[in-house]
């Protein structure tokens, strides 16, 4: 009898592990043009808690949505001295012309002749259109017009255009990336290509993929915008952060929402 | 390739094992081993520290300040998150009462005991000799604290330190 249950364990401890090769071929790789092309594309949820990612999955719980339920309201509030609201232009809800529009970001503008992010986008409707003070980059407000619009664009994937004109920023991204830096001399691609799923301190390494930006921090009960979390990774690295909207955070904004375009947006996140 | 193929295989027998031995394996530790057999990663296990240090690559005999360090100031450099950080990247045992220890690299438990004075240092000043793949950074250079995470002073305590851990 022994021998044949050993066997069945056999089978069934086979059968398992065929099961998970089964399911990390359903999985989209990064794209081919990446050093990690062989690398397997794994959203972020996956390396959190289990009690964080719950928070994050459920929109009631979710400690973000006031956020998105703010800037839905914004949206609508005219502000500024043109007497106009961002639906004056857009429209809202189902009629809102650029419900999509966050996950084409960071975006060249032709009117600048630059990358722009989605939040320099908001301010620049605000100074033209409204004729509105431009919102700081790290405010409440800010992070409830992002959450929002990120929001909107839930369940698609990163529409990035990464040709013409907005390919000087993208190659100077995927350099970053790959770039070392700070006095302990990492790159982004050293932990996050190499040693995602491993545990830094009490955090699991990611890939470093920006879907579910912005995100609340439970830890520091504020939303944190992409820009902010670099500026996490480079202290981590001992490195010199950069300010929020430095061309080369916007840079690798653009890279890493390309390198992920396979996975949808899962704004806004949650994370410890 | 071959060596690829050879980790999976291991994680794969590990995982199994377990689940044959234990039978009921936490959901988490399930989902662990189903992370590592499906390939996501693959993690560098303890068991792949080498036990001798090869004694024909560099290694550095004398301390770098012409004088032995502290083995209690090295337990500070290695814990404090301004200085050595190690415990980002490392668990060490002794220290278990400190929460948050990393698994990047190998636990340290031992070390003390595997390797010597001047290889310990060695790895600390440029790890690469020893592990040419590791991402483990320089911990000194010669120029300050510019471009030196630690002081030569602090890379001898943590030798005193590291050499504590039998």
């Given at each position: ?5 050993g ?34 594309l794994?959203p ?11 928070q ?15 800037g ?37 503008l ?17 100074q ?17 017009m ?29 350099e970053?990336y ?22 830094f301190?009490?955090e ?9 930006y ?27 952060a ?22 949808p ?8 | ?21 234990l ?15 499906a ?5 560098e296990?303890?068991?792949?520290v ?20 502290n ?53 600390l ?16 250079r ?8 630690l ?10 330190y ?5």
């Amino acid at each position: 009898m022994q021998p044949i249950l050993g066997v069945s364990f056999m089978i069934l401890a086979a059968f398992g592990s065929v099961s998970a090769w089964a399911q990390t071929d359903a999985r989209p790789h990064a794209p081919a043009e990446t050093q990690a092309s062989r690398m397997r594309l794994i959203p972020g949820e996956e390396f959190l808690p289990a009690a964080i990612r719950a928070q994050q999955a459920d929109d009631f719980d979710n400690p973000a949505f006031p956020y998105v339920e703010a800037g839905e309201a914004a949206w609508s509030r005219p502000e500024g001295a043109a007497g106009k609201s961002c639906q004056d232009c857009h429209g809202a809800g189902e009629n809102n012309t650029v419900r999509h529009a966050a996950a084409s970001y960071p975006k060249y503008l032709p009117r600048v002749n630059q990358v722009i992010t989605l939040q320099t986008r908001i301010n620049f409707c605000r100074q033209n259109a409204l004729q509105a003070s431009p919102l700081p980059d790290s405010s409440e407000q800010m992070a409830a017009m992002t959450a929002y619009l990120r929001w909107l664009s839930r369940r698609l994937p990163p529409a990035v255009d990464v040709s013409g004109p907005a390919t000087a920023t993208f190659e100077k991204g995927r350099e970053l990336y790959h770039m070392k830096t700070g006095l302990l001399q990492l790159s982004c691609g050293q932990c996050h290509d190499l040693k995602f799923g491993q545990n830094f301190g009490a955090e699991t390494l990611s890939q470093g993929h920006p879907q579910s930006y912005p995100v609340f921090s439970v830890g520091e009960r504020r939303m944190i915008s992409l820009h902010e979390r670099f500026r996490m990774c480079n202290q981590l690295t001992r490195a010199e952060a950069q300010p929020v909207n430095a061309p080369d955070y916007v840079a690798l904004e653009l890279y890493l929402s390309w390198r992920g375009k396979d996975l949808p947006i899962t704004a806004p996140g949650v994370r410890p | 390739m071959a060596k690829l193929r050879m980790y999976i295989f291991i994680a794969v027998a590990s995982c199994t094992a377990g689940s044959l031995v234990l039978s009921a394996l936490s959901g988490a530790r399930a989902a662990e081993c189903q992370r590592k057999t499906a390939g996501f990663y693959l993690e560098e296990t303890n068991a792949g520290v080498p036990h001798n240090l090869s004694s024909v690559l560099q290694n550095l005999p004398g301390p770098l300040t012409g004088a032995p360090g502290n083995s209690e100031r090295g337990r500070e450099v290695l814990v404090s998150r301004q200085k050595g950080d190690c415990l980002s990247c490392h668990k060490v045992s002794a220290l278990s009462s400190i929460a948050g220890q990393g698994g990047i690299g190998p636990a340290l438990d031992g070390v003390g005991s595997k390797y010597n004075d001047a290889q310990l240092r060695q790895v600390l000043v440029e790890p690469k000799t020893y592990f040419p793949e590791t991402i483990m950074p320089s911990y000194y250079r010669d120029g300050g604290a510019a471009v030196s995470v630690l002081t030569a002073a602090e890379i001898e305590d943590l030798v005193a330190y590291l050499k504590t851990l039998r």
